[in-house]
Structures are given as structure tokens and as C-alpha cells.
T-cell receptor
């Protein structure tokens, strides 16, 4: 199916573990984004990517790593998960020539 | 970073009523987007605005790009139960944002049948 997908949809992990959240889009959009959504903070940008092999920090990048070896994939890795990283994570993408971002369904991550 | 003030934070209305919400900022925006988020899902784009004064409709939804370029409004007419959700505004500041959007904190809408 065309669109933007995220996996897993739900994840529980322990403090200190590494976890990777996957994002895949079939639109060939140039830009991809990772946000976290927390009560009281709305959507906050973690990292974004303008194209394959080009990534840049957002508002809250500490504790996260991203890569983009292929245009369609943009994984987000928490190298050593902390409880403060318990959140809902959204991936989004957009075309080069537009500011309209399209969101995935989200991954709910709980760090115990 | 840039701040967007979205109001009201929540609304409780009866089915059939009209709804208005808005976003304001001290910065000048060149793009305004309105999203709706259902529980457990990602935000879905409703309306995009690109010019000051622009008025755009999507079914029962109408959004406007404020003349000052510092605000935007969303109206929902004749609300129905499936309008329930969180509505977000998002904007791109004219000169400083690069690729980023700034998001409001959302308006939680509840519609009583």
C-alpha cells in the first residue's frame, strides 16, 4: 500500500537497551522527519532528513541517532533508552517543493 | 524556538453547533497547515494555506490565513460526532525555519450527540 508506515506500533523496552523505530514511505518524498509527542509539549522535532545521507538535528535530538541510506527509509535509534524517552513517536514526510507534511500512524514506546 | 499559541485548549459542544479555533504568533508565517489527530493515530492534514487572506474550505471545514500573517483560523460548521479529536495548527516562519514546521499544542474537541 502507498503511504507512510511505522513499525513497531507498540514497543516496551528496558532502560539502557538499544531500540530502533522504523519508518518507510512509498511516495519518494525527499524530506522525512521524526517527532515525539508528549502531553504538555505537543509535537517536537527530533531529527529530519532532506535526502538520502543528509540528516540534521531538530529541537530535541539528544539520545537519538538517525540514518538515511535509502530515500524511502528513515530509522530512529535510541542507543541507550531512558525513561524520559517514553513517548509516542511519529514519522512524517514531504515533497521537496511543498511544506505539507504527511504523518505515519505512530509508535508508542514505553521505557521501563 | 518559535511559539504558536493555539486556543482554546479544549471545547465541549453539542452536535450541530459550529466551532472556531485559532492560532496566533508574534512571528510572521508564510505557510499555515491544519491537522486533525484521532486517538491512537497520526495527524492527518486537513487544509493548507499559503497566502495572506486566503480562505480555503474542505467540506464543513474552513480555514483562513490571517491578513497580518501572524494568525490562522479554523471553523467547523454543523459539527458531527466524528469531528471529535485534536486539531493542530502548524506553520512555517517566513525567514528562519528552513525545513521545519512549528506546531501549536492542539485543541481537543468533544462533540456530544
Amino acid at each position: 500500500d502507498a503511504g507512510i508506515t511505522q513499525s513497531p506500533r507498540y514497543k516496551i523496552t528496558e532502560t539502557g537497551r538499544q531500540v530502533t523505530l522504523m519508518c518507510h514511505q512509498t511516495w519518494s518524498h525527499s524530506y522525512m522527519f521524526w517527532y515525539r509527542q508528549d502531553l504538555g509539549h505537543g509535537l517536537r522535532l527530533i531529527y529530519y532528513s532532506a535526502a538520502a545521507d543528509i540528516t540534521d538535528k531538530g529541537e530535541v535530538p539528544d539520545g537519538y541517532v538517525v540514518s538515511r541510506s535509502k530515500t524511502e527509509n528513515f530509522p530512529l535509534t535510541l542507543e541507550s533508552a531512558t525513561r524520559s524517552q517514553t513517548s509516542v513517536y511519529f514519522c512524517a514526510s514531504r515533497e521537496l517543493s511543498s511544506y505539507e507534511q504527511y504523518f505515519g500512524p505512530g509508535t508508542r514506546l514505553t521505557v521501563t | 524556538g518559535q511559539q504558536l499559541n493555539q486556543s482554546p485548549q479544549s471545547m465541549f459542544i453539542q452536535e450541530g453547533e459550529d466551532v472556531s479555533m485559532n492560532c496566533t504568533s508574534s512571528s510572521i508565517f508564510n505557510t499555515w497547515l491544519w491537522y486533525k489527530q484521532d486517538p491512537g493515530e497520526g495527524p492527518v492534514l486537513l487544509i493548507a494555506l499559503y497566502k495572506a487572506g486566503e480562505l480555503t474550505s474542505n467540506g464543513r471545514l474552513t480555514a483562513q490565513f490571517g491578513i497580518t500573517r501572524k494568525d490562522s483560523f479554523l471553523n467547523i460548521s454543523a459539527s458531527i460526532p466524528s469531528d471529535v479529536g485534536i486539531y493542530f495548527c502548524a506553520g512555517r516562519v517566513r525567514e528562519t525555519s528552513g525545513s521545519r514546521l512549528t506546531f501549536g499544542e492542539g485543541t481537543q474537541l468533544t462533540v456530544n450527540p
